[in-house]
């Protein structure tokens, strides 16, 4: 087994943004891994403060870091590595402003600065000590200065116009260079920037290799990373996340350690052919290719110069590009010195110059791409991970405009293209990072089409945005609310119980009494009339009235008592069979009255089975639910309101009611709440209705269930199972009258 070796840390500068600079950060650690042989674990650094604590508290054994740093740590590091920018190791400062509104050191007094971070060389140290070597104090100068954390970010906000100047590093102190690293940042839109000064040049930034990096691996890391960018095997891309073409050891010391030990160099061999495939030119950065010595190979058979299995595949390419007159590219396998390599090979056409007699010639270009084909592995992995994630990713900007949705996204979410920042998952993610909420708090949830989303909202820095993970949770929160239900109805039966047993009694004494009291203030009333006292009949019928209003309300506290004891009792024993539409039908005459003012009714009554259960306690959930609807309806749009009620079986021949109404509708939040008992919108009612309702449903083996949309209505659908027919049972008749279908 092979032994576990602890991984080399590598920490980044923050300055190098989000997105495309962690991918090639992470592509540059697995290089480093392939070619060292030991794992490299790359991290970016919140601050360029927390990067210099972890670099002095020895916690780092690599770290990309500023010029200041650099310098500062090179005494006590094995060594420092400088990046190289068009050849050089050192660097200016440029201070940019736009193009629209030219400045000049003379005319800052009173602009404003945006610079990248207090710890940046050529973002902000620089620049600011160039301002006070010209006698311009920035303190004095400047109406604002910002920090904005990366290059990108400061060039966009003067771009903007939320500031004048900011500062960007060159290699060299002419606009045409500067224009280069300035579309690196904001691409097309360099040409509104212009410069104005260039500071004097100081060492670049670069890598720093602490005293807690072993030896050997200091040695074999000088090594590979001045050579990086040489080797000719396709691998300088890597180096684009330093904005660099390689790293020199700094002039100013030496490692600490031996010399560097030899590492491979890939293949990389130019040569242009004649028609007869024999070498016009041939070049290799050592003299070598193939493992063989190919100096003075003018004039002889590629093949020859580089062996039959090398040599012959490169000049039927070469010859296939010339017969054609288009180039070509051809990848091939070769051991090579005892290891297996690949190659790539490119062929172009040569025609001789206008008026020579020459024949047109072939140019080769062949590349070792060992390495780049290891890392392409690893790329391919890094972007499958999103890809192939089974849990919806998405990454929006800053106004929840749709940057990357993976296919689960697009699946789970059909609409969110063309929805797009209005979709109702788009606008939770950014509700919840603009609150401002702490890390530990719990995470968003979206309910859509009756599954539960819970998000993890992650923001992007540079470019500023936010990446949300989307985890489907629905088995989970009805779990949740299942547990959460058991919970609140066993407290609230032993609450029912605990109220039937105090309150019931006093409660039927109360009633007992105020009927009889009102009935023989009542008979005394009419004696008084009957006996010329009008004027004490009068105070009596007082007092009537208050016995009669305070009848109702114990009449009201028993009703409230009743429901609480339905909501905690168990389904009853002895079910039977029971026909919904008779039973709707009566529901329906109780609450005519009422409707009549409010709403036009619609019977859509079709054959359903009977259901098994206690007609009396069906009859309580749709008067519940049919006195809900008539309510959510004004009398001021009687005329254009509708009561529709349905009945139908469904796919699985369970037995379905709809009530639907036309009213005013439910926000998402009410209809989440809808069956909590206790929970109502209108200030006479209980809360209960509705939670007995779902419980007498329930019980049942049903469910109940609500749909709204607000200013449009609520429809509100009961599903119980059929009942099953025993042999002793007589059959139903369910078919309704033909004046079940109607309008009333």
């Not at 970010?153 to 102190?173: C, F, M, N, Q, R």
């Amino acid at each position: 087994m092979t032994p576990l070796t602890a991984p080399i840390r590598f920490l980044l500068s923050p300055s190098l943004g989000e997105v495309k600079e962690h991918v090639r950060a992470e592509l540059f650690g697995r290089a480093l891994t392939q070619r060292l042989g030991r794992p490299v674990v790359v991290e970016l650094a919140p601050s360029y403060e927390a990067l210099e604590r972890e670099v002095a508290e020895g916690r780092v054994d690599l770290a990309w870091a500023t010029a200041e740093q650099c310098t500062a740590f090179e005494p006590r590091a094995r060594a420092v590595l400088r990046a190289v920018r068009a050849g050089r190791w050192y660097y200016h400062a440029a201070l940019v402003c736009r193009a629209e509104r030219p400045l000049t050191l003379q005319t800052l007094k009173g602009t404003r600065a945006a610079w990248v971070a207090p710890r940046s060389t050529g973002g902000y140290l620089l620049p600011a000590r160039y301002l006070l070597s010209q006698g311009l104090a920035p303190v004095e100068l400047f109406s604002e200065e910002r920090f904005h954390g990366t290059y990108r970010k400061a060039l966009l906000a003067v771009l903007a116009g939320e500031a004048d100047l900011t500062a960007i590093y060159s290699s060299h102190p002419e606009e045409n260079t500067l224009r280069a690293y300035l579309a690196e940042h904001v691409g097309a839109d360099e040409r509104r920037l212009v410069p104005f000064a260039f500071t004097e040049p100081t060492l670049s930034d670069g890598l720093i290799l602490t005293w807690r990096l072993p030896e050997a691996d200091a040695t074999a890391l000088v090594s590979i990373l001045t050579t990086l960018g040489g080797g000719g095997a396709g691998l300088e891309p890597l180096l684009g996340i330093f904005d660099s073409e390689g790293f020199v050891l700094s002039p100013v010391t030496s490692p600490q350690s031996p010399a560097p030990r030899a590492t491979r160099k890939a293949e990389y061999l130019a040569a242009e052919l004649d028609a007869r495939e024999r070498c016009l030119r041939l070049w290799t950065p050592t003299g070598l290719a193939f493992g063989r010595n190919v100096r003075h190979a003018e004039g002889q058979p590629l093949s020859a110069v580089l062996g039959t299995e090398a040599g012959a595949p490169l000049e039927a390419l070469a010859r296939a590009a010339r017969h054609s007159g288009v180039g070509g590219r051809v990848e091939y396998r070769m051991e090579v010195e005892g290891e297996t390599r690949w190659y790539s090979a490119e062929a172009t056409v040569r025609a001789p110059p206008p008026g020579s007699t020459g024949s047109v010639s072939s140019a080769l270009l062949v590349r070792d791409v060992t390495e780049l084909r290891a890392l392409e592995d690893e790329l391919y992995r890094l972007a499958s991970f999103p890809l192939l994630h089974p849990e919806p990713l998405l990454e929006l900007g800053p106004l929840g405009e749709l940057r990357y949705a993976n296919p689960a996204a697009h699946t789970a979410f059909p609409d969110l293209l063309v929805r797009g920042p209005g979709h109702p998952l788009v606008e939770a993610a950014l509700a919840w990072s603009r609150r401002g909420v702490a890390a530990s708090d719990s995470p968003p949830t979206v309910n859509l089409g009756g599954r539960h989303w819970e998000l993890t909202v992650a923001p992007l820095v540079d470019p500023e945005g936010l990446r949300v993970f989307a985890k489907n949770v629905t088995a989970r929160k009805q779990m949740e609310a299942q547990l959460f239900k058991a919970d609140r109805m066993a407290q609230l039966g032993s609450l029912a119980a605990s109220v039937g047993h105090e309150m019931g009694n006093p409660l039927a004494y109360m009633l007992a009494n105020l009927g009889f009291a009102r009935e023989e203030l009542t008979r005394m009333r009419e004696i008084l009339r009957e006996r010329d006292g009008a004027e004490l009949a009068q105070e009596l019928g007082d007092v009537v009235e208050a016995l009669v209003e305070a009848t109702d309300g114990a009449d009201r506290l028993k009703t409230i008592v009743q429901d609480l004891r339905m909501l905690s009792r168990t389904p009853p024993e002895h079910l039977e069979h029971v026909d919904v539409v008779p039973v709707l039908e009566h529901a329906l005459s109780l609450i005519r009255g009422e409707l009549r003012h409010r709403a036009r009714l619609e019977k859509d009554f079709r054959p359903v089975p009977a259901v098994e259960g206690d007609e009396t306690r069906l009859g309580q959930v749709f008067i519940n639910l049919l006195h809900n609807a008539v309510q959510a309806m004004s009398e001021l749009d009687a005329a254009r309101n509708v009561l529709r009620v349905a009945t139908y079986t469904g796919p699985g021949g369970e037995v379905v009611v709809e009530v639907q109404d036309t009213g005013a509708g439910m926000s998402r939040e009410v209809l989440a709440r809808l069956f909590e008992p206790f929970f109502t919108t209108k200030p006479a009612s209980t809360g209960l209705g509705l939670s007995v309702s779902h419980a007498i449903v329930t019980s049942l083996g049903g469910t109940l269930r609500a749909e709204s949309r607000e200013g449009v209505g609520t429809t509100l659908s009961i599903t119980l199972p059929a009942a099953v027919d025993r042999p002793h049972d007589p059959p139903s008749n369910n078919n309704p009258s033909p004046s079940g279908r109607g309008t009333g």
